[in-house]
């Protein structure tokens, strides 16, 4: 149980396109998702926190504009890099939470993006 | 300025000895702490964690030791198995935001049989 996907794992894209990154609970409603980013021997560094039906809370540092989230559903939240630019490649991870405790957070398993 | 430390990118052990992961946080708001193993590819998965009330979590194999004073916990893995090899991530969170995690940067754990 407690399964979370990530779609797609590995993305190739043009500089100044967007891009989507969905992030889905398979087996259980998460009413709060996260969404992280790490660099090649660094830390997962939080981005974003997502709660479904409201406007997510980012980080400070993070560019509202530029990485939209939406998490429309129980099971789904997205992603979506705007105007992407070679220094937004990156590994992003998403977490869904099924309660209130720290433990109860199931991470998908990330997706690799390359902007050229 | 990086919270939560691993200070320690990569270690490697015999089959069968004990690995010990280390981990430092500066943040005394942190009251709760967990392990995370990933392999690659995969998300991290939760492997076991500590309540700042406790010093000490057992969970079979794998135990984890806080010494709050000096801001330290460390993972100890016994016996170690070649399974085991991943990264290893220490994450803390605290009381007001009980769902926030701050990761460390991990330590690759190598397993020779």
């Known amino acids: 149980g407690a399964v979370v996907s990530q779609h797609p794992s590995w993305v190739i894209c043009k500089s100044g396109t967007s891009v989507k990154i969905e992030c889905r609970s398979l087996?259980?409603?998460?009413?709060?998702m996260f969404w992280y980013r790490q660099f090649p021997k660094q830390s997962l560094m939080l981005m974003a926190t997502s709660n479904e039906g409201s406007k997510a809370t980012y980080e400070q540092g993070v560019e509202k504009d530029k990485f939209l989230i939406n998490h429309a559903s129980l099971t789904l939240s997205t992603l979506t890099v705007t105007s992407a630019h070679p220094e937004d490649s990156s590994f992003y991870i998403c977490?869904?939470?099924?309660?209130?405790?720290?433990?109860?957070?199931?991470f998908g398993p990330g997706t690799r993006l390359t902007v050229t | 300025d990086q919270q939560v430390k691993q200070n320690s990118p990569s270690l490697s052990v015999q089959e069968g000895r004990i690995s010990i992961l280390n981990c430092d946080y500066t943040n005394s708001m942190f009251d709760y702490f967990l392990w995370y193993k990933k392999y690659p590819a995969e998300g991290p998965t939760f492997l076991i964690s500590?309540?700042?009330?406790?010093d000490k979590n057992e969970d079979g194999r794998f135990t984890v030791f806080l010494n709050k004073s000096a801001k330290h916990l460390s993972l100890h893995i016994v016996p170690s198995q070649p399974g085991d090899s991943a990264v290893y991530f220490c994450a803390a969170s605290a009381m007001s935001s009980a769902r926030q995690l701050t990761f460390g940067s991990g330590t690759q754990l190598t397993v020779l049989p």
């Open positions: 500590i309540s700042s009330i406790k």
């Open positions: 087996d259980f409603q998460a009413t709060t």
């Open positions: 977490s869904a939470s099924t309660g209130t405790a720290a433990y109860e957070q199931y």
